[in-house]
């Protein structure tokens, strides 16, 4: 468990270099989705480093199959709510699906974010053909995160949700196109449903953090979607996430049960992995 000192020392805002700084020393970043102030509240509360405001309120705010419909409008109103909340945790806005489709409409949109959020990071899903949207965005001062691996706004393209990179070309691929996002000037990675050992791989080959959702151990850190952690998923719930309500008993032991174990290593196990 941690000291006083170091709990006191957690609640300094988190910054960008705070983050390379984790993943230097080798202590996990605890990241988790929230989409309103009360329960933003709660997950800063709860020792966050950071809160994404995902597209996933597509899902599990509005109810629609895909994350395909969430508009900027939308993310804009959800960012501004988690970010009246949050004190200390980073908060990073999702740009949804076909908002970013070159570098003048990728700034419009990350401006939105930002200015009228508060977002201090915007995320946005894609390989190798987003390095020049990447590029701007950072040569404009907006912290990025790219997410590769399983990309939910391609699900139409793709045909369905599954783990991305099992093949040893698309491994590489993945890796040449995570360098070329730091390049690009990615300030932060998050990927999605690849297998444990690739996880590791980009977590050793870049400077940057990563951070894994079904990507195994070796990240540099770890996402849930808020509703998975506290077992209030209606439907299938992924095997890379884990309810952590039966075992704390309330919200706020939940949220906090969640980055212990993610700071632990006890978060993600062999089975929640790929
Ligand atoms: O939208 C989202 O919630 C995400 C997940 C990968 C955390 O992008």
Same mark, same amino acid.
């Given at each position: 468990?941690?000291?006083?000192?170091?709990?006191?020392?957690?609640?300094?805002?988190?910054?960008?270099?705070? #983050?390379?700084?984790? =993943?230097? +020393?080798?202590?996990?970043?605890?990241?988790?989705?929230?989409?309103?102030?009360?329960?933003?509240?709660?997950?800063?509360?709860?020792?966050?480093?950071?809160?994404?405001?995902?597209?996933?309120?597509?899902?599990?705010?509005?109810?629609?199959?895909?994350?395909?419909?969430?508009?900027?409008?939308?993310?804009?109103?959800?960012?501004?709510?988690?970010?009246?909340?949050?004190?200390?945790?980073?908060?990073?806005?999702?740009?949804?699906? #076909?908002?970013?489709?070159?570098?003048?409409?990728?700034?419009?949109?990350?401006?939105?974010?930002? =200015? +009228?959020?508060?977002?201090?990071?915007? =995320?946005?899903?894609?390989?190798?053909?987003?390095?020049?949207?990447?590029?701007?965005?950072?040569?404009?001062?907006?912290?990025?995160?790219?997410?590769?691996?399983?990309?939910?706004?391609?699900?139409? =393209?793709?045909?369905?949700?599954?783990?991305?990179?099992? +093949?040893?070309?698309?491994?590489?691929?993945? /890796?040449?196109?995570?360098?070329?996002?730091?390049?690009?000037?990615?300030?932060?990675? #998050?990927?999605?449903?690849?297998?444990?050992?690739?996880?590791?791989?980009?977590?050793?080959?870049?400077?940057?953090?990563?951070?894994?959702?079904?990507?195994?151990?070796?990240?540099?850190?770890?996402?849930?979607?808020?509703?998975?952690? #506290?077992?209030?998923?209606?439907?299938? /719930?992924?095997?890379?996430?884990?309810?952590?309500?039966?075992?704390?008993?309330?919200?706020?032991?939940?949220?906090?049960?969640?980055?212990?174990?993610?700071?632990?290593?006890?978060?993600?196990? /062999?089975?929640?992995?790929?």
């Amino acid at each position: 468990m941690y000291s006083a000192d170091q709990a006191r020392e957690r609640r300094r805002p988190v910054t960008i270099a705070r #983050l390379r700084r984790m =993943k230097e +020393e080798g202590t996990p970043i605890a990241c988790l989705t929230a989409y309103d102030y009360s329960f933003a509240h709660a997950v800063d509360a709860a020792g966050m480093d950071v809160i994404l405001v995902g597209d996933s309120l597509g899902n599990v705010m509005q109810g629609r199959d895909t994350t395909i419909p969430v508009t900027v409008d939308e993310i804009v109103y959800h960012t501004r709510c988690v970010t009246a909340a949050a004190t200390a945790a980073l908060v990073m806005a999702d740009m949804p699906f #076909l908002s970013y489709c070159d570098p003048s409409m990728a700034l419009a949109n990350a401006a939105r974010l930002m =200015k +009228e959020g508060g977002a201090q990071m915007v =995320k946005l899903e894609g390989a190798g053909e987003q390095a020049h949207i990447v590029e701007a965005l950072a040569g404009a001062g907006v912290p990025v995160c790219a997410h590769l691996g399983l990309q939910p706004q391609l699900v139409h =393209k793709i045909g369905g949700y599954r783990v991305q990179g099992r +093949e040893q070309a698309a491994a590489e691929r993945m /890796v040449e196109e995570a360098l070329a996002m730091e390049r690009a000037g990615a300030d932060m990675l #998050l990927v999605e449903c690849i297998p444990a050992t690739l996880g590791a791989r980009l977590a050793g080959e870049l400077q940057i953090p990563v951070i894994g959702i079904g990507a195994g151990a070796g990240c540099d850190g770890q996402i849930l979607v808020l509703q998975d952690v #506290l077992g209030i998923t209606p439907g299938r /719930v992924p095997k890379f996430s884990r309810d952590f309500m039966p075992e704390a008993g309330s919200v706020s032991g939940a949220l906090a049960a969640y980055a212990a174990a993610v700071r632990e290593h006890r978060f993600p196990a /062999v089975e929640h992995s790929f």
